[in-house]
T-cell receptor, first 114, second 112 residues
Framework: GNSVTQMEGPVTLSEEAFLTINCTYTATGYPSLFWYVQYPGEGLQLLLKATKADDKGSNKGFEATYRKETTSFHLEKGSVQVSDSAVYFCALSDPNFGNEKLTFGTGTRLTIIP | DTAVSQTPKYLVTQMGNDKSIKCEQN?????MYWYKQDSKKFLKIMFSYNNKELIINETVPNRFSPKSPDKAHLNLHINSLELGDSAVYFCASSRQGIAGYTFGSGTRLTVV
């Protein structure tokens, strides 16, 4: 079945540091890939997505590129801020369900210190 | 004008009780979902409804019963609550053919 593997957290960085959160996936067919962010006490918000190989999703300074050859969708940001502290989830959609069923990774907690 | 709204936000109840969580979306989406997030933040799909029809029913105890009176609402009823049911339950919705969900803010259920 489909699965998503994220790097273990928690991750703690200083403000303005470079961020990478690794995500790899296993899927049949051609899934879409997503990053969701969950701020404390809130629901998940879509951060960015990519629907086909070599697509780059970007939002709020975050980027991720859909790499079919390495089955990866790593999240990057050049200079993190304290307000980026949250839990980040990588996810993929299941083409067998019209790309509607999402499978999530275990989440990576990110803490940015001033 | 919240897009996906869940009620209640917090629910504390005793073992053995029956409770319901309500979800409504005003986005005109076709599909709605329930996810369970455990204490380690792991998210697992429970149910999915498309236009009031059940399309995904993962391995969930029979004590959990979703009900969709119309495509804008998906409620979750839980019978005979157990300690292990304590979690945050998220409702979400999506538009058919467009990947990606809009989530509600969650319902934190605590069974004591």
């Amino acid at each position: 079945g489909n699965s998503v593997t994220q790097m273990e957290g928690p991750v703690t960085l200083s403000e303005e540091a470079f961020l990478t959160i690794n995500c790899t996936y296993t899927a049949t067919g051609y899934p879409s890939l997503f990053w969701y962010v969950q701020y404390p006490g809130e629901g998940l918000q879509l951060l960015l997505k990519a629907t086909k190989a070599d697509d780059k999703g970007s939002n709020k300074g975050f980027e991720a590129t859909y790499r079919k050859e390495t089955t990866s969708f790593h999240l990057e940001k050049g200079s993190v801020q304290v307000s980026d502290s949250a839990v980040y989830f990588c996810a993929l959609s299941d083409p067998n369900f019209g790309n509607e069923k999402l499978t999530f990774g275990t989440g990576t907690r990110l803490t940015i210190i001033p | 004008d919240t897009a996906v709204s869940q009620t209640p936000k917090y629910l504390v109840t005793q073992m053995g009780n029956d409770k319901s969580i309500k979800c409504e979306q005003n986005l005109g989406h076709d599909t709605m979902y329930w996810y369970k997030q455990d204490s380690k933040k792991f998210l697992k799909i429970m149910f999915s409804y498309n236009n009031k029809e059940l399309i995904i029913n993962e391995t969930v105890p029979n004590r959990f019963s979703p009900k969709s009176p119309d495509k804008a609402h998906l409620n979750l009823h839980i019978n005979s609550l157990e300690l292990g049911d304590s979690a945050v339950y998220f409702c979400a919705s999506s538009r058919q053919g467009i990947a990606g969900y809009t989530f509600g803010s969650g319902t934190r259920l605590t069974v004591v």
